[in-house]
């Protein structure tokens, strides 16, 4: 009974010298598949000829180890450079443990006897490879996404080895914001980018995430870049495996502007306290003098002897208050300006 998988036609690169063996293959192939399209190579250079033609859209070649042009090893390893997605199922009549072990390690999917086969088998492990072979090949492509959106982030990331504190991996937003090449940054571990009196404190929170891989770490740190520039920049990290070990990934978000415009703003707050304090006390003097006045032509009233030394108090007082509530202004309007400028 034929396969209707999807009805795909499949297209099958034979690669055999030998036409015997290619015809037995041929009528099990077409014993178990829908109308398969079917090529035969009859060497290595035919076979890369078909793989490397944009017109077939190869689904599986099926190699045989001995061929005219090539053989072994050297012929598995050209073969698999050519067909990089597509699964390559070795077909040979010869029994070597060692070399069908060899051969997966050199990326073939698969390794068969020839004298075992017959038409279920084949069509078995056929399947078999090209759902792997699909699986593989979505988990490559998942993984170069997942590498894209590291390398390509507009923010500065790095992994880092949580022992040895070394970089592993750097991306190129992390490479322009700070000055290093990657080449630069694979030879230096963290402590490099921070300045040299927050290390110890660098080493104590280190210690203490690793006793705790699971923890999402966000905190914002002082970096030092190679021109020497010092940085405020919120951290968010956690921990992943890594080329075999156990990795830190950071994402860098530089705050440095934000944190020197709150300071900017505490330093403004500081400021208006400090003219608060003083003109409130300033103040005071010339609105106690009006204010005796006030009480002395209430509570006394005036003659014509008092009124004009009364009146030239209450007149220079008020100028007096005049002068001061101006000058506050003044100093108010500069610590705006002085905000604002600084926010731009």
């Known amino acids: 009974m034929k396969s209707t998988i999807e009805n795909k036609t ?8 030998n036409a015997g063996d290619y015809t037995l293959i041929k009528d099990y192939l077409e014993e178990k598949f829908l ?59 010869y029994s070597d443990t060692n070399f069908a072990v060899k051969s997966l390690s050199l990326g073939v999917s698969d390794y068969l006897i020839k004298d075992e086969l017959d038409a279920n088998s084949l069509y078995i492990n056929i399947i078999y490879n090209l759902e792997r072979k699909k699986t593989l090949l979505q988990l490559e492509n998942s993984e170069k996404r997942y590498s894209d959106l590291f390398h390509f982030s507009p923010q500065p990331m790095w992994v880092y080895n949580t022992e040895s504190l070394r970089f592993l991996d750097v991306n190129i937003a992390a490479e322009k914001h700070y000055g290093y090449s990657l080449q630069e940054f694979l030879g230096m571990t963290i402590k490099d980018i921070r300045p040299v009196e927050e290390i110890p404190q660098l080493i104590k929170r280190v210690e203490f995430l690793n006793e705790q891989p699971a923890t999402h770490n ?52 500081e400021k208006l306290q400090e003219i608060a304090w003083i003109q409130s006390h300033v103040v005071r003097a010339p609105l106690a003098r009006i204010m005796g006045i006030i009480d002395i032509i209430k509570n006394y009233g005036i003659d014509d002897t008092d009124n004009e030394n009364l009146l030239s108090h209450l007149i220079t007082s008020a100028q007096e208050l005049d002068v001061i509530i101006k000058d506050i202004t003044k100093k108010s309007e500069a610590i705006k300006l002085n905000i604002n400028k600084e926010s731009t």
């Open 218 to 269: 966000v905190g914002i740190y002082r970096h030092q870049k190679k021109n020497g520039d010092i940085i405020f920049v919120e951290i968010q990290s956690n921990t992943i495996p890594f080329q075999n070990t156990t990795g830190r990934i950071i994402l860098a978000n530089d705050v440095t502007e934000r944190m020197t415009y709150v300071q900017a703003i505490e330093k403004q707050n």
């Open 35 to 93: 109308s398969p399209k079917i090529y035969w190579a009859k060497n290595f250079k035919e076979a890369k000829a078909i793989v490397t033609d944009d017109t077939i859209k190869t689904d599986l070649l099926l190699l045989d180890l001995s061929l005219p042009d090539k053989s072994g090893e050297e012929l598995v390893t050209e073969i698999t450079l050519c067909c990089h997605a597509i699964p390559v199922i070795v077909l040979t009549g």
């Open 10 to 17: 499949y297209q099958i690169v034979i690669v055999e010298d």
